[in-house]
């Protein structure tokens, strides 16, 4: 399957400063990104739609200007969390669709653990 | 509104029987239900996904069946494994559309196989 890396895996930071994750896809080019949220144990919620070369589609609830999300590239998107806060401590996972399969398949990236304290 | 409900929240099964995990789905334009595996501290794995073309899907020891109209589906481990202790998660989307859509998920399922 194709693969899709996520960076770093874990951090932490002090609250109020902003941490920037990346997801990349490594063998293939992927125009459109996802970006999950996961608390312990909880389900996968998803946070927004990515699309290289244009403005990120936010879900209904999710601060946009909390959440920076820049999809640069064909192969890159980024999310940052500006001015964090204990609040945002979760696992925040990326996928990334592969148009190179009829059936549009996501793959995820291993996650990224963010701890504000 | 959860628009994919998925029970049981935690499932013990021995070693060599069949795991059955449940998810009924509210949103009829859904046309799309893959199940990810997901082990503590990574991001899901794809395992298994089906149209709503067909009412049974079957790779290996996994299969996923299908009910439109009752806008149900189902996995189902056969010979269940220690290694297959995880988490499950079904999920739905909207692939008509162009396949620009996220990804809904059930709540989970914590599967542990006792040997």
């Known amino acids: 399957g194709a693969v899709v890396s996520q960076h770093p895996s874990w951090v932490i930071c002090k609250s109020g400063t902003s941490v920037k994750i990346e997801c990349r896809s490594l063998d293939f080019q992927a125009t459109t990104m996802f970006w999950y949220r996961q608390f312990p144990k909880q389900s996968l919620m998803l946070m927004a739609t990515?699309?290289?070369?244009?403005?990120?589609?936010?879900e209904q609830g999710v601060e946009k200007d909390k959440f920076l999300i820049n999809h640069a590239s064909l192969t890159l998107s980024t999310l940052t969390v500006t001015s964090a806060h204990p609040e945002d401590s979760s696992f925040y996972i990326c996928?990334?669709?592969?148009?190179?399969?009829?059936?549009?398949?996501?793959?995820f990236g291993a996650g990224t653990r963010l701890s504000v304290l | 509104q959860q628009q994919v409900k998925q029970s049981p929240q935690s499932l013990i099964v021995q070693k060599g029987g069949i795991s059955i995990i449940n998810c009924a789905y509210e949103?009829?334009?859904?046309?799309?239900f893959p199940w990810y595996q997901q082990f503590p501290g990574k991001g899901p794995a794809l395992l298994i996904a089906i149209r709503p073309d067909v009412s049974e899907k079957k790779e290996g020891r996994f299969t996923i069946s299908f009910n439109k109209s009752a806008k149900q589906f189902s996995l189902h481990i056969m010979d269940s494994q220690p290694g297959d202790s995880a988490t499950y998660f079904c999920?739905?989307?909207?692939?008509?559309?162009?396949?620009?859509?996220?990804?809904?998920f059930g709540k989970g399922t914590h599967l542990i196989i006792q040997p």
């Open positions: 949103n009829t334009a859904f046309d799309y």
């Open positions: 996928s990334a669709r592969d148009p190179r399969t009829a059936k549009n398949i996501q793959y």
């Open positions: 990515s699309n290289e070369g244009s403005k990120a589609t936010y």
């Open positions: 999920a739905a989307s909207i692939m008509s559309g162009g396949g620009a859509d996220g990804l809904t």
